[in-house]
């Protein structure tokens, strides 16, 4: 199956510093990818739906300015969560889609485990 | 989307087969039905979909009622490995073919394997 990278997959930062999370597909191209949050016991939450070539689209309730997304290629996706606090301390997780439609499945990343101190 | 319901959780013997039910009284017609699991501290993982005919794959089985208004996912002999929280997903393919947008997760059965 197609695989998704994610880098770094852990990182400890401190209070007010930025943090940059990658996420490639290694195998095929994404014109879409996606950005999950999950914390302790709780199940993936989307966050926003990176689009290369374009303005990212976010999930009500998720800041645009504090979680800036850059897709920079047809492989590459980057999370960037600017100034960040304790309560942004979560896991991380991209997906990636090899093709648009219902019927394809996603491939997700490792995840990235962002402790913020 | 339209909303699934699964059980909280499951307890399996290693190497029995095990069936994880999800209703979804309000599918449509374009919605397909799809699977993944998430295994500890990991990112989830694809294992099946279907739109109405049972379909199989190496991972496991789905088997689809004939109203489409509930599913089950079938692993034939389970191991220590499928231990997992599986999540039962609808993905609308609506007449432009979209699903353009991110997967909708609820809280998904958690599967407690025994050995």
């Known amino acids: 199956g197609a695989v998704v990278s994610q880098h770094p997959s852990w990182v400890i930062c401190k209070s007010g510093t930025s943090v940059k999370i990658e996420c490639r597909s290694l195998d095929f191209q994404a014109t879409t990818m996606f950005w999950y949050r999950q914390f302790p016991k709780q199940s993936l939450m989307l966050m926003a739906t990176s689009n290369e070539g374009s303005k990212a689209t976010y999930e009500q309730g998720v800041e645009k300015d504090k979680f800036l997304i850059n897709h920079a290629s047809l492989t590459l996706s980057t999370l960037t969560v600017t100034s960040a606090h304790p309560e942004d301390s979560s896991f991380y997780i991209c997906?990636?889609?090899?093709?648009?439609?219902?019927?394809?499945?996603?491939?997700f990343g490792p995840g990235t485990r962002l402790t913020v101190t | 989307d339209a909303k699934t319901t699964q059980p909280n959780s499951m307890e399996s013997n290693e190497e029995e087969p095990v069936h994880l039910p999800c209703n979804h009284s309000t599918i449509s017609g374009t919605d397909y039905i799809h699977w993944y699991r998430q295994l500890p501290s990991q990112g989830p993982e694809y294992v099946i979909h279907?739109?109405?005919s049972n379909v199989n794959n190496r991972m496991a089985s789905l088997a689809i009622a004939e109203d489409r208004k509930s599913s089950t996912l079938i692993l034939h002999r389970a191991t220590l490995r499928d231990a997992a929280v599986y999540y039962c997903?609808?993905?609308?393919?609506?007449?432009?073919?979209?699903?353009?947008?991110?997967?909708?997760f609820g809280k998904g059965t958690h599967l407690i394997i025994q050995p």
């Open positions: 997906s990636a889609r090899p093709g648009q439609g219902a019927t394809y499945e996603q491939y």
């Open positions: 279907g739109l109405t």
């Open positions: 997903i609808l993905r609308d393919a609506g007449e432009s073919g979209g699903g353009a947008d991110g997967l909708t």
